[in-house]
């Protein structure tokens, strides 16, 4: 009987083990995910920041009248700066988009996975039940031999028995 259950077993280790797989790369996208928001984070603070030393430097460039070459140069410095931010921010968006994306297909895989092993638990109880049927059926069977064997025996020891013999003549 342990040997009709080892394939299930194996099968379970199996899925189990391929199930661990897949939570380990969802961990690590997870972990993934979490550095990509710290970054995205602290790229908002920064740009936060920088907006906010860009508008300071425009007032100080505003109020610097006798130098408005100076003031244009650092309006334009701020908006490449600003365009960078902005590059460097939907960069991170779509970086974090595309961890989404997987973690959800590795979402996807692990429902997948713990369908398939729900399925093959479900079979395997059926055939565990099925041998657990014909085992009792033989220890039947086998009671049933042994039955008849005692029997027989009787019969043929009634046969040898004298009194036996006597009444049939």
Do not use: F
């Amino acid at each position: 009987m342990s040997e009709k259950r080892a394939p299930w077993r194996l099968l379970a280790g199996l899925h189990r083990r391929r199930g661990e797989a897949v939570e380990a790369e969802l961990r690590q996208a997870l972990r993934e995910l979490q550095s990509l928001e710290d970054a995205l984070h602290a790229q908002r603070e920064q740009r936060a920041q920088r907006q906010l030393q860009c508008e300071q430097r425009a007032q100080q460039q505003a109020q610097l009248s006798a130098a408005p070459r100076l003031c244009i140069a650092s309006w334009l410095e701020g908006e490449r700066h600003r365009e960078e931010l902005a590059r460097q921010l939907q960069a991170a968006e779509q970086a974090l988009q595309k961890a989404q994306d997987a973690c959800d297909a590795q979402q996807e895989q692990i429902a997948g996975v713990r369908t398939r092993l729900a399925r093959h638990n479900s079979q395997a109880e059926q055939y565990q039940q099925r041998a657990d049927r014909l085992a009792r059926q033989c220890a039947e069977q086998r009671e049933l031999a042994e039955d008849e064997e005692i029997a027989e025996t009787v019969v043929a020891r009634a046969r040898l028995h004298p009194g036996m013999r006597a009444g049939r003549r």
